[in-house]
């Protein structure tokens, strides 16, 4: 298949265009500077720039294109930036592949587990795809950025939202900061830890992902492992798995004041499971935390 990627550079990106490859895929990246190889299609988003002849031919197209949240305070100037650089990219996409004479076939439209937010917390409650979404700021940007693809829908590309859980990988992503504090022992529960937190392995993301573009699914799924965690169980396994204690709570109020406002999503529990992943047949490498820590820890061969 000839596949188009948006966001390449991320983490979840980089290992997706090494996968796909390693697939035979034909993979093209969208770059906003100017093209350094022949697999690199220059776009810009912020002006609307996207010649429709490099989508010409595709046969699926990946969005994953997004600033991180993770890394930085959601001050109203961020937050902007936030929205900004997931809708301006959404809907330029979305309207190319709509006005194609021969558009893809699919459209993998990144999305995110905070949809399901609230302020008021929904503690141990199963979510899955039909729940309605909540009310936090994430929950706002989800609807948002999700209704940007509807041209592409409305012109009959099948279209499915990678509602994402915390990403695990060994280096980067969501246990960059974490990972050596349990590592040095001194690692523990944010909060509570009684907040589940939704999670899936770098491996099961991309997998699932390449999975998805053959499997007939469309509209929102949940990408998480099957097996949500609550925060202390996963942080308890991460220590199990380096042999180190995990017994050093971090206290609520020192993450809001460490993080603002993003300690919602930190300190809330979401406990959403795989349902239309599961359904579409596919197999997790690593469903349960246990294993998932074991590799995320795993030292590489020297």
Not at 75 to 87: G, L
Not at 220 to 233: L, M, R
């Amino acid at each position: 298949m000839r596949v188009v990627i948006a966001g390449s550079s991320g983490l979840v990106g980089t290992a997706l265009v090494t996968f796909l490859s390693a697939q035979g895929h034909d993979v093209r990246r969208l770059v906003r500077r100017a093209p350094a190889s022949p697999d690199e299609i220059r776009w810009d988003p912020d002006t609307g720039r996207l010649d429709p002849s490099d989508l010409e031919g595709a046969d699926a197209v990946v969005n994953l294109a997004g600033a991180g949240v993770g890394d930085h305070r959601l001050t109203a100037t961020y937050k902007r930036v936030v929205i900004d650089s997931r809708t301006r990219t959404t809907t330029l996409l979305a309207q190319t592949i709509a006005g194609l004479a021969t558009p893809p076939e699919v459209l993998l439209q990144a999305s995110g587990i905070g949809a399901y937010g609230l302020l008021a917390g929904r503690g141990d409650e199963v979510l899955d795809e039909s729940t309605a979404l909540g009310d936090t700021f994430f929950a706002g940007v989800v609807r948002t950025w999700e209704g940007c693809a509807a041209p592409a829908e409305d012109a009959g590309v099948r279209v499915a939202y990678l509602r994402s859980g915390i990403v695990l990988a060994p280096r980067g992503g969501a246990l960059g900061r974490l990972l050596p504090l349990v590592r040095a022992g001194v690692g523990g529960p944010l909060g509570s830890g009684r907040q589940y937190w939704s999670w899936i392995t770098l491996t099961d993301e991309v997998a699932a992902i390449a999975h998805l573009l053959t499997a007939p699914v469309a509209g929102p799924v949940n990408f998480t492992s099957p097996e949500p965690a609550t925060n202390a169980d996963l942080t308890a396994a991460l220590a199990r798995a380096v042999h180190r204690p995990a017994v050093i709570k971090v206290p609520a109020f020192a993450v809001r004041l460490a993080i603002g406002e993003f300690s919602q999503e930190v300190l809330g529990s979401v406990r959403a499971v795989p349902r239309a992943l599961s359904a579409s047949g596919f197999t997790w490498t690593h469903p349960g935390i246990a294993d998932a820590a074991r590799w995320v820890t795993a030292r590489p061969p020297q």
